[in-house]
């Protein structure tokens, strides 16, 4: 049964009173039946990847980056693994292939953007994290922070969703899983920190439609994502000095929903004009 846009903006609305710890801690409200659900979201968008693969779909980013890898043009590592899934998923879907995927607030690029970097990261944690629980827990924060950027951003924007939401979801998420949540002794500062890092670094990426070139700003944000995360792990953190950035997350994240639904107008018109006189 649909989600009405009522009951959508009733969503939005909550998550937008929420604060980060709040945010994190819904994860360990997780029952046996959200993990099948998150496993389900997995196993959809991982057929996608085998499919962008397989036959190189659309632009074809998945399956060269993976010859690039074979033939030892670059090193297989967390970051190589996790752009390449993903980016052969959004081959194949932004190539029509029949075959489903699980979104993530509304959109199916970025499900594939806060699920397929987390579950390709399993073999490079370490095993006392990388517990299929964990993982999966990882994938659920990665969807919630998703959704709280996007009630923040809105649902359609000239800012592209996959950086600054999904992108952001998959940097909480990747957080989490290397043990972001316990490295610091305020449980969530890892995670907060890689979030802002990502948005001081992509908060400027446009949205020009939904087409095969999404694959490459997956990709984009992606080398953002695990770039963001793995400075925050390393106590790196931008200042809230720099830009938009502020001292607290949340109105890190209102500063960017601002940027998208005030800021962006005018961009988003002569994007418009652009494609139509193409």
Same mark, same amino acid.
């Given at each position: ?21 709040? +945010? ?7 029952? =046996?039946?959200?993990?099948?659900? +998150? ?19 659309? /632009? ?17 590592? !967390? ?6 899934? *993903? ?11 029949? /075959? ?13 953007? *806060? ?22 827990? *990882?994938? &659920? ?16 924007? @000239? ?22 949540? +316990? ?6 500062? @890892? ?11 992509? &908060?400027? !990426? ?14 984009? @944000? +992606? ?18 000095? =720099? ?20 800021? !962006? ?14």
């Amino acid at each position: 049964e649909g989600t009405s846009s009522a009951d959508l903006g009733a969503l939005e609305a909550w998550l937008r009173e929420l604060r980060l710890a709040q +945010l994190v801690a819904l994860v360990d409200d997780l029952d =046996d039946e959200d993990f099948a659900f +998150l496993q389900e979201g997995v196993d959809l968008n991982l057929r996608l990847a085998e499919h962008g693969l397989r036959h190189g779909s659309g /632009l074809g980013i998945g399956s060269a980056l993976e010859r690039m890898v074979d033939r030892g043009t670059v090193q297989r590592d !967390m970051i190589t693994a996790a752009k390449i899934l *993903a980016s052969a998923a959004a081959d194949a879907r932004m190539d029509g292939v029949r /075959l489903p995927a699980m979104s993530s607030a509304g959109s199916g690029n970025h499900g594939l953007t *806060a699920i397929l970097p987390i579950w390709a990261v399993k073999p490079y944690a370490p095993p006392h994290l990388a517990t299929e629980r964990r993982v999966l827990e *990882a994938i &659920a924060l990665s969807h919630i922070i998703t959704g709280f950027i996007k009630a923040y951003t809105g649902r359609l924007s @000239a800012l592209c969703g996959c950086s600054v939401a999904a992108g952001a979801g998959a940097t909480a998420g990747v957080a989490y899983l290397l043990g972001g949540d +316990l490295e610091k002794p305020e449980r969530i500062s @890892a995670i907060a920190g890689a979030i802002e890092n990502l948005m001081g670094d992509l &908060a400027g !990426m446009i949205c020009d439609g939904a087409k095969p070139g999404c694959a490459l700003k997956i990709s984009t @944000a +992606l080398s953002a994502a695990f770039q963001a995360s793995l400075l925050s792990l390393r106590n790196i953190e931008i200042s809230e000095r =720099d830009g938009i950035i502020e001292n607290d997350l949340e109105k890190t994240i209102r500063n960017v929903g601002t940027i998208a639904s005030e800021g !962006m107008n005018e961009t988003d018109r002569l994007i418009l004009e652009i494609m139509v006189c193409k």
